[in-house]
């Protein structure tokens, strides 16, 4: 998707609406400083306020997608392009989360073995030693649930079984047993336990 093209097509849909981006920003309760984003083609719109867009600038989701207003003649095939654009996107997206998700898992790892030893070896009292190792595991855990979240919500884990793939509850990846990115867990679709990997399509 082109986002300078799309931005230049919701600035010229909202002012043939008659709104100006403060205005604009108001009916979507969001800042003008986004819809300026939008339209300069640094940012596009958030997917959970697509449809209320699209509704204030009376055009459809493809037409928003597509940067122009689709005739029905290509509309399936717009239609089409977009939501494959979409799934590349997405993909490309989840892909760079696991990316961050091995980052802040070694950098918090680093960080409490950093303040152990720290706590360990230098002179200092016991409160100031308590305290330091107190944080270290603090940021340890508090690094794990950002990183086993990123893991839940980037990409799917597809079932041994049955093939499907679904993106489970972040209690289901928590207390699943695992392998690096393979969870023992139980698909929602066929019901039976086995070793899923996390992919990040899909189909």
């Known amino acids: 998707m082109d986002q300078v093209k799309i931005g230049k097509f919701i600035a010229e849909r ?10 604009l920003a108001e009916k979507l309760g ?6 300026s984003k939008w ?14 867009l699209c509704d204030v600038l009376k055009i459809t989701v493809n037409d928003l997608l597509s940067g122009e207003v689709v005739s029905m003649d290509n509309y399936n095939k717009e239609l089409e392009n977009n ?4 799934i590349k996107q997405k993909e490309q997206a989840d892909k760079r989360l696991l990316s961050v998700e091995v980052f802040i898992g070694i950098t918090a790892t680093v960080v409490l073995f950093a303040m152990v030893l720290l706590a ?5 009292s016991n409160g100031l030693r308590i305290s330091l190792m107190a944080l270290g595991f603090i940021l340890f855990f ?3 649930f950002y990183a086993l979240r990123i893991e839940q ?5 597809a079932c041994k079984e049955c093939g499907h793939r679904y993106v489970p509850t972040y209690k289901a990846v928590n207390f699943a047993p695992h392998m690096g990115r393979t969870r023992y867990m139980r698909c929602p679709e066929c019901g039976k336990k086995s070793w899923q990997k996390k992919v990040l399509s899909k189909e």
């Open 39 to 52: 339209e300069t083609g640094k940012a596009m719109p958030d997917s959970s306020i697509m449809l209320a």
């Open 120 to 124: 360990s070896f230098v002179q200092m």
């Open 83 to 86: 939501l494959l654009e979409m």
């Open 153 to 157: 919500v980037a990409g799917y884990y």
């Open 14 to 23: 909202r002012k043939t609406v008659g709104l100006t981006q403060m205005q």
């Open 30 to 35: 969001i800042t003008d400083r986004a819809v």
């Open 142 to 144: 508090a690094g794990c």
